[in-house]
């Protein structure tokens, strides 16, 4: 477990992180950016706070001691990704965007999960 699990928390960590400093990353395949491309201060403040959550939660991912605390991290992981695809796949304005970052979400979830019984 520990190999795959720790590259998915490296990538989940950077990604994060670089969601709260330029948000457009997450906002506009979620069809959350104004008509000429812009973030709204409410939604960057919102994708700031996922931003801030994912990315403590993938440096457990990648710092955690192998056993519970791992396996905690993970659980923390897919629940959060999980949550996710329920909620941005039913609550994003668009339905292609609904569908699009809600497969994104719970795909990550499954491999994360899967990640779980890598060698």
Do not use: H, N
């Not at 709260?20 to 706070?49: M, N």
């Amino acid at each position: 477990m520990p190999a795959l699990t720790r590259v998915l928390g490296t990538v989940t960590a950077a990604y994060s992180a670089a969601i709260i400093v330029w948000p457009k990353l997450l906002a506009r395949p979620c069809g959350l950016t104004t008509a000429t491309g812009e973030v709204r201060p409410q939604t960057r403040a919102l994708i700031g706070a996922i931003g801030a959550r994912d990315t403590a939660i993938g440096v457990a991912m990648v710092c955690a001691p192998q056993g519970p605390a791992l396996k905690t991290a993970l659980a923390a992981r897919v629940a959060a990704d999980a949550a996710d695809a329920v909620l941005f796949g039913t609550r994003l304005p668009q339905r292609s965007a609904r569908t699009k970052v809600a497969a994104f979400a719970a795909g990550w979830a499954v491999l994360c999960a899967l990640s779980a019984f890598a060698p």
